[in-house]
């Protein structure tokens, strides 16, 4: 496998999230790069995993760093408000945007794995 083109392209994310605006699509297709940049250093060997499997957390990745960008653009990571008694606060929850890997989409990037063995006695 070509380990330096990404590993999902635009028309990938969107199949699974929603259309993106002009302005979106060059974005996502700068987080693409850098998550697959991030999946190659995470992996133990990156041609053992699918390409499926590649491209699926490639886009999970995108996509939480872009709602988080979308929902939070000021990067804040606690607010509070109030109105007469009411009040309402919160934490966001990676509130820069960030792009990261769930323990799951880790175990993922093991790749297959197979059983071997040495013997450390020597020949008789």
């Known amino acids: 496998m070509d380990t330096t083109r990404p590993f999902a392209t635009v028309a990938d994310l969107e199949a699974r999230w ?14 693409i790069g ?13 041609d053992s995993v699918r390409p499926e499997t590649l491209t699926r ?12 960008e979308a929902t939070n653009p000021t990067g804040v990571t606690q607010y509070s408000q109030t109105a007469g008694s009411f009040s309402e606060s919160g934490t966001y929850a990676n509130p820069t945007g960030d792009l990261y890997l769930l323990a799951a989409e880790k175990r993922a990037l093991r790749g297959s794995q197979r059983a071997w063995h040495i013997t450390m006695q020597g020949e008789t």
Do not use: F, G, N, Y
């Open 18 to 31: 929603h259309p993106l605006t002009d302005s979106e699509q060059a974005k996502a297709e700068v987080l």
């Open 34 to 46: 850098d998550a697959s940049d991030m999946i190659i250093d995470a992996a133990a060997d990156v």
């Open 57 to 68: 957390i490639c886009c999970q990745m995108v996509k939480r760093a872009m709602i988080a």
